[in-house]
């Protein structure tokens, strides 16, 4: 189903591959925890930091539970009008009851495709803690790491762009 434009088919497969990515996280560190070491990372190195290590404990699933959060969290501030007006920098407020279902329905697409980068980024910073517990891996791959990131910000222009050519559509 189409409206103005804008479709809730897509916003329903991004959800459902947040989901997803949500549900891998879990598996993967329900599976992880009890084949690492007794020393496991607790944190990673960032900017010449050192690699924080701590005898294994289940501080280990902070990194999904945190996920799992921030995604509902953010989920729910996005359904919040005032919130997404000022991430969309909309001048005029849509004319009729279709563009209004057609901003509302863009503002959801964008929140969830931008999670769904998120849920990559902490899936990667998990799966770097399990690599460097075995000793497999220094820590974060930074190319990785920074394009995810990259994404995220190219795409708040692009979403920009979207809603101002729906704002000129006229219906």
Known sequence: MKQAGVSTQSTRFLLAANGLLLVIAWVMAFVAYPRLPESMPLWLNFSG????????????FI???AQTAFVVVFWFLSRNAVLSRRVFKEEKPASSPA????FRELKREFVALVLLFFNLIFIHLQRSLILLAHRLERGVDPIYFY???GVILILIPYYRLRAKLLGQKKK
């Open 49 to 60: 930091q050192s690699v924080l290590f701590v005898r294994r404990s289940l501080l280990f």
């Open 63 to 65: 990194y999904p539970a």
């Open 99 to 102: 563009q209004k279902k057609a």
């Open 147 to 149: 394009t995810l990131f």
